[in-house]
T-cell receptor, first 111, second 114 residues
Framework: NAGVTQTPKFQVLKTGQSMTLQCAQDMNHNSMYWYRQDPGMGLRLIYYSASEGTTDKGEVPNGYNVSRLNKREFSLRLESAAPSQTSVYFC??????????FGEGSRLTVL | AQSVAQPEDQVNVAEGNPLTVKCTYSVSGNPYLFWYVQYPNRGLQFLLKYITGDNLVKGSYGFEAEFNKSQTSFHLKKPSALVSDSALYFCAAVRRDNFNKFYFGSGTKLNVKP
């Protein structure tokens, strides 16, 4: 049982390049999330999807887009990367009972 | 504004001593409360949660948390710390009317010294 799987684990981009972070969960959860983690700031929600076919903005959505491809997969796209998007990105999933299950993280550096 | 506060960036404790990591919350509507742990270069792992009932919640790895409604606090405790408990700990809250918006504290780094 893999839980939540994110790819890639590491990525270096140049300013203006685009990329997509992939996330898949095998726990049949309805809700999926993308967070970013920056030192001293905890986790900030970028986007979430409460169910297949729906997506909503979180706290820091600017510069990002998401796609809930099916119940298992939720991708995060950076259309034109900026140095301010250098961060560690976490995908998570949950059921209504609450606790989040996190992936191992994707470490993105934008030069 | 809804928020969760962890007033200590870092907590240092000697192995074998009790530990406490503090958390207070300002989230309306009797939220669910959580503690997560993050080891270096890993994702967050669920430790325990409070929904209702007994104010002392027991979780993984010998951790427990004490809920205090009047003080809006949810402190993480362990009677005897291990070196392997050294990690980053996050407190979180979620409102009962919107399970999709978790409010996270900024994290507390726990250092357990031999």
């Amino acid at each position: 049982n893999a839980g939540v799987t994110q790819t890639p684990k590491f990525q270096v981009l140049k300013t203006g390049q685009s990329m997509t972070l992939q996330c898949a969960q095998d726990m049949n959860h309805n809700s999926m999330y993308w967070y970013r983690q920056d030192p001293g700031m905890g986790l900030r929600l970028i986007y979430y999807s409460a169910s297949e076919g729906t997506t909503d903005k979180g706290e820091v959505p600017n510069g990002y887009n998401v796609s809930r491809l099916n119940k298992r997969e939720f991708s995060l796209r950076l259309e034109s990367a900026a140095p301010s998007q250098t961060s560690v990105y976490f995908c998570a999933s949950s059921e209504v009972t609450g606790e989040l299950f996190f992936g191992e993280g994707s470490r993105l550096t934008v030069l | 504004a809804q928020s969760v506060a962890q007033p200590e960036d870092q907590v240092n404790v000697a192995e074998g001593n009790p530990l406490t990591v503090k958390c207070t919350y300002s989230v309306s509507g009797n939220p669910y409360l959580f503690w997560y742990v993050q080891y270096p270069n890993r994702g967050l792992q669920f430790l325990l949660k409070y929904i209702t009932g007994d104010n002392l919640v027991k979780g993984s790895y010998g951790f427990e948390a004490e809920f205090n409604k009047s003080q809006t606090s949810f402190h993480l405790k362990k009677p005897s710390a291990l070196v392997s408990d050294s990690a980053l700990y996050f407190c979180a809250a979620v409102r009962r009317d919107n399970f999709n918006k978790f409010y996270f504290g900024s994290g507390t780094k726990l250092n357990v010294k031999p």
